[in-house]
């Protein structure tokens, strides 16, 4: 039951802010009285909104006057953007499909590298193939994803626009960049498995929007069989329509590379666990790169789904080999992941042999296979991360024998690791860490070398695609050479262990990693949905510590540093414990001599943004400044806007009375109270943002401004065509800038 009126609303008592009524909404929730008073706030085209809006905007824009470094952190983050970016390769055949952003481009470029004419000098050939900058003048356009067919000679990629995530799927012909086909639209996070010879694809696409309710309009998805050229709305219904599937369901899929076998992975919203089917696609096979008629064959009515594992509570991902075994990649009984194998004819759980059985403390990342010709044995390629940082290890692929490691160019991050699909002998796996860029490097299985194979384009050490000289492994630019990271370990409230980066300059430690002084200090953290925060190269913290600020990023519980069970120790109703790992967090940087709680921010977005909101509820006294950027913030209304039905699986149910319960203690709009003193906190929110809705910021401004006795200010930076997730390198930028800006003010760095 929910009622509404109004009253009239007094200012902060330190800051005059904008005037936002408080009505009198109270809903009634398993018998609990929940006020609401700024309901209206979550209807942003409204002209109360509005007006509270703008008001809010030029708060922020004088506030922003006083930033004295901006100037200096616009130009820094510009100028490490500014080198680029690569990504690791895809190869079909001689075809080597990447991506590349120059450092003048908004956004990275898909491009194809192809044999050139050796007559002319010429050993391979770059073409564009998708330039997501000439799409959009105002940068607006994002390349969302990309799969070439079995062969290299079509391509499908994804574009949205605005931040929307909205993707519309297209196909074209690689040798020339024609379109074969109208764009499919609502193919928002849709894998594409294509069939041999290119004539035809599997990919996931909504239903109408129009045959839905409102407020299911983003769900029910299905899986569909496209036949290139045709209209797609005349593609056949392959999989999903079963009346008991659940509508917030994710779609995988996979064809095998010889088009024997069509796999379907099935995941509700964001829940710990999976579903897998297997099925034999019928029709006469042929070799890859001649047509068939599989894509004939491959019909709804002639395909039988076996189950591989259905309702366990456990992540499973399988892959058929070019040997023809099944390997599967699952947590099952092993909550840190290992890799077995079996006959796809006889896909159950029963029938799995390991391969690489569960390790006690590193958690299973990805894997690949080499088995070319040239290889004396088929190799497994494995890679691991042991308390957030990458190693790769080398195996038998018949028994999964451990036969080696490979050295890596560091103490950081592994991923991406890609073979040639036909087979070889060559593995390609891009790798960072806190001070150096994403370069890729390859791995020759036959020798054991590793060499750099392609960097950003203004990298000093770069390579062009397929150049395999020598290069340093590490970043050149001496203004971060002085960098320094060390982990550290701390207790929680629990006594549990728990992780923390601490990057710095090589001054700001003594010869034993203790900090000489302390220094005002950001700290970053997530702790939800399994997601790692393991080691990157980030301009944000890059640009903090050179001007001699500190910044630390925590391991916590609810993420996958330390596997399934340490991410279900920080979800639901152990939620909280992911709050106290990050207060620890902070109270260990004072203890230890890095900061002082006067000195002291904290940054998180997403579901960083709810914790770094439920942060500042829980414990203001403990820090001066927070930035809380697209979150999550109102966990009794959540499940209604963006995706947040389907995270239910993560945070609880509040109709349910028990997790009611569980949200209502910790959701930072349900737990501000009136004269407390709170830092400093700048919301930074999108409107394009169709994830994560930006009432949950505006609501909690308003809270906030009304309820602190502090004289710290409550600021919303509130930016409108970008979205939650990809975004033009100029837009990120300024944004960075700010949020900088905001904390050198707050935190005193000099």
């Known amino acids: 039951m929910t009622s509404s009126s109004s009253s009239a609303y007094p200012l902060a008592a330190a800051t005059s802010y904008p005037p936002a009524r408080r009505d009198e909404t109270v809903d009634m929730l398993h018998g609990t009285a929940v006020e609401d008073p700024y309901r209206w706030l979550e209807a942003a085209e409204s002209s109360d909104a509005l007006d509270w809006l703008r008001s809010q905007a030029q708060l922020f824009g004088q506030a922003r006057q006083d930033y004295s470094y901006l ?36 956004h990275a470029v898909l491009l194809v590298s192809e044999p050139g004419d050796l007559a002319s000098g010429s050993a391979r050939i770059e073409r564009v193939l998708v330039d997501p900058n000439s799409l959009d003048p105002d940068g607006l356009a994002t390349l969302d994803a990309w799969q070439p067919s079995q062969e290299g000679d079509r391509l499908t990629y994804q574009v949205s626009v605005g931040g929307t995530e909205e993707s519309v799927l297209h196909t074209i012909e690689v040798a020339s960049g024609d379109q074969l086909d109208e764009p499919i639209d609502r193919a928002r996070y849709s894998p594409v498995a ?93 070799a890859p790169g001649s047509k068939s008629d599989s894509a004939d064959a491959a019909t709804a009515d002639r395909l039988v789904f076996r189950e591989v594992i259905v309702g366990a509570d456990a992540k499973t991902a399988i892959h058929i080999g070019r040997d023809g075994r099944m390997y599967v990649f699952t947590d099952l009984n092993a909550p840190r992941g290992r890799i077995a194998v079996a006959d796809p004819r006889s896909p159950d759980p029963s029938s799995w042999k390991d391969l690489v059985a569960e390790d006690p403390e ?57 073979a040639k699909r036909e087979g070889g002998h060559e593995l390609w796996f891009g790798y960072t860490d806190f001070t150096s860029r994403t370069r890729i490097y390859r791995w020759d299985a036959v020798d054991g070398t590793t060499s750099l194979w392609a960097s950003a384009p203004g990298d000093s050490s770069k390579a062009e695609p397929g150049d395999s000289s020598e290069a340093e ?27 923390l980066f601490v990057i710095a300059s090589a001054e700001a430690f003594d010869a034993a990693g203790r900090p000489r002084h302390t220094a005002p200090t950001i700290l970053y953290g997530y702790g939800g949905f399994g997601i790692s925060m393991t080691p990157g190269f980030s301009p944000t913290a890059l640009a903090w510590v050179e001007r001699g600020g500190v910044y630390a990023i925590a391991s916590l519980r609810g993420g996958g540093e330390e596997g399934e069970a340490w991410r279900r120790a920080g979800m639901l109703g152990n939620k909280q414990n992911v709050f106290d790992d990050f207060h620890a967090a902070a109270e260990f940087l004072i203890d230890s001599g890095f900061t002082t709680p006067e000195q002291l921010g904290i940054f998180g977005g997403s579901n960083g943004g ?141």
Request: with cysteine; glycine share 10%; net charge negative.
């Open 362 to 418: 590193a958690v299973l990342e990805e894997f690949s296979i080499l088995d070319g010709p040239e290889l004396d044995v088929p190799l497994l390629v494995v890679a691991t991360s042991r308390h957030a940082i990458s190693q790769v290890s080398v195996h038998e692929l018949a028994d999964g024998t451990e036969l080696g490691q490979i050295e890596l160019p560091g103490t950081g991050s592994v991923g991406g690791l890609t």
């Open 71 to 106: 100037a200096g952190f616009r130009a820094r983050v510009a100028q490490l953007f500014g080198a680029g970016a690569v990504g690791s390769p895809v190869w079909r055949g001689d075809r080597c499909f990447f991506t590349r952003r120059a450092g003048d481009q908004n």
């Open 473 to 499: 492994p590490g970043d050149s630019d001496a203004a971060r050479a002085a960098i320094r990271t060390v982990q550290r370990t701390y207790r929680s409230k629990d006594g549990t262990e728990v992780r």
């Open 610 to 750: 709810l914790l770094v909101g439920a942060a500042l509820t829980q414990r203001p006294e403990l820090y001066s400044a927070v930035t809380c950027s697209a979150p999550l913030l109102d966990m009794l209304r959540y499940q209604h806007y963006g995706l947040g039905a389907t995270w239910m699986s993560e945070y609880g149910d509040p109709e349910v009375a028990e997790e009611f319960d569980w949200l209502l203690a910790y959701s930072p709009c349900h737990n501000v109270h009136a004269g407390s003193r709170y830092p400093a906190v700048l919301f930074t929110v999108f409107e394009g943002d169709t994830r994560v809705d930006p009432f949950h910021a505006r609501k909690l401004t308003a809270l906030l401004q009304h309820a602190t006795a502090s004289d710290s200010p409550i600021l919303l930076r509130s930016e409108a065509k970008v979205g939650h997730g990809a975004r033009s390198v100029e837009k990120t930028v300024a944004l960075t800038a700010d949020q900088l800006g905001f904390f050198a003010r707050q935190l005193g760095l000099t």
């Open 194 to 286: 294509w069939l041999p010879g290119g004539d035809a694809f599997f990919y996931v696409r909504r239903l109408d929007p129009d045959l839905l309710p409102e407020d299911e309009k983003q769900y029910h998805r299905r899986v569909w069989l496209h036949q290139v050229g045709d209209n797609s709305e005349n593609d056949e219904l392959i999989f999903g329509n079963d009346p008991e599937a659940d509508p917030h369901n994710y779609y995988g899929v996979a064809v095998s590379r010889d088009g024997r076998w069509l796999t379907v992975v099935a995941a509700s919203g964001t829940a710990p666990r999976t579903d897998v089917w297997i099925a034999a696609l019928p029709g006469e096979r042929c």
